[in-house]
């Protein structure tokens, strides 16, 4: 009978897709960052007795979630701000772990009795890094201004090599009962590093070589989708950080794409990546949200009001730290710098720090590690205080999302963090120099026309063309001195929409009176939403 194979388990992905849908709408009408209401709207649901329980399975997190939202991330990322940047990041994506696990291990014998250091390292390795999915699906959508974004995305991209090798000796401190190596431990993180990034780059160097002799769109998104995918099971094969192998690939595809891609398969693909990006980060916060019964169930036995207390002490810490760290990591970097250097660094506003130290945001990465903790030690015991670490990740995860997330926004207006003026300019002067160049070609074709008099007022329509694109472009305080003339350009976007309004109103005639085919529409209105597309970035 038809239908007779459908199992729980597509009913439940059915299910799954039309609540994002629905709630991913709701936050568009609320203005409020989607993976927030997708993550409540979970934790709504998973109360719901009809709603079937679904658990994370951490490997389906790390090798199929994982890899495109990495890569949909790292191919935007502006290499003049990592560069100049990299002090910061690198004091955020390595130092900020480290000081986080010894802090947590620290404290957590005076937050809970009886939690020894070696179950506290544990909980501060997973907890002590940002997680890339949750920084770029929230931070993007708050309005953060380029640069601050830049350095949390770059610290959430690269602290994972840190936080897993980490995560490892701490594990195998509760384990095992033995304390590795400081030397191995060194070792095996340098190779994680240059393991990962030596098998990112391979990877990129093969496929971009092999996309460049590709002619169909099709073909050449197929293997940029597969692409992260490669990069990571490589960096994982080599026993390096699959996570900074797909970094290491999507930092050179980002490099590269202006040069491999054509210009029809770089529209096309920005759509296919917002689409892979949208439906797996909303997978992933409702799923977060629907872990809640799972981890109350595993703490059944437990006093509340104690728990959520110490839950709430350990959200407290960890912000603490956070704020410790940006402030002082910020001061010693540009100490070093100038020092080093010899000359005056940028000093950071204490109001820039502020807003970087609230926005360490954790996600399905803090969660998925927490599960991947053995059940058993190696003497046949339970892993010590298990359900109380995944507990205090999940609370973590809660505060860090929802509560820094949802106050963000305030946060940047309160400080009166905005972007620079200067960012606007430098888009506008990269604009105006592309254009001059665009009318240096064509004098110069002009001039190398035996059929010139045949050809000027081809010449004369296109050197107009540019000439108008160019004082369009004109800075901001010439702009100010000829005010009509940014009122003409409104104008202009204005009478261009309703013009196109009636061809598309033809084009729906021309249809319904039979006189056209249904392919022929779809190539006239890919026309005019390509025309769309330029005079709104006009």
Known sequence: MFGSGIHEAEVTLLLLTAMIA??????????????????????TLSFLPWVPKVSIDPSFIFLVVLPPLLFASTISIDWTELRANAPHILMLGLGLVAFTIFGVAAAM??????????????????????????????????????????VIEGESLINDAMALVALQFTSAL?????????????????WLIVAGVVAGLLVAVVIEHFERRLRSVALQLLVSIVTPYFAYLLGESFHGSGVLATVACGLYFGRMQSRTFSSQTRLEARAVWDTIDFSFNGLVFILIGLQLPLILHGMKDS???????????????????RF??????????????????????????NRVLAVVSWSGMRGVLTLAAALSLPSFIAAGQPFPERQAIIFFSYAVILVTLVGQGLSLPMVIRRLKVAEPEGVRRMALEAKAAIVRAGLARLHSIRESDDELETNRAAYELMERFYRERLQDLEPEEKATEEPSQRERQQTMQQIAYSLRQAEREELMRLRAAGTIRDSTLREVERELDLLDVRWNDA
């Open 174 to 190: 509760v384990v095992s009962g033995t304390t590795p190596t400081v030397f191995a431990g060194i070792g095996q993180f340098l």
């Open 303 to 321: 006093n509340w009001t104690q728990k959520l207390l110490h839950a709430a002490m350990v959200c407290a810490l960890l912000i603490a730290l």
């Open 109 to 150: 014998h005076f937050i809970v009795p009886g939690f020894n250091w070696r179950a506290g390292a544990v909980l501060g390795s997973v907890v002590s890094t940002t997680d890339p999915i949750a920084v770029g699906a929230v931070a993007r959508r708050v309005g953060l201004p380029h640069r601050i974004l830049q």
């Open 324 to 349: 410790f760290w940006v402030f002082a990591g910020a001061r010693a970097v540009q100490v070093l710098r100038s020092r080093l250097f010899r000359r005056e660094v940028e000093h950071i506003s």
């Open 22 to 43: 629905l709630l991913a709408a709701l936050a568009q009408r609320l203005r409020v960052p989607y993976p927030i209401v997708l993550l409540l709207g979970g934790l």
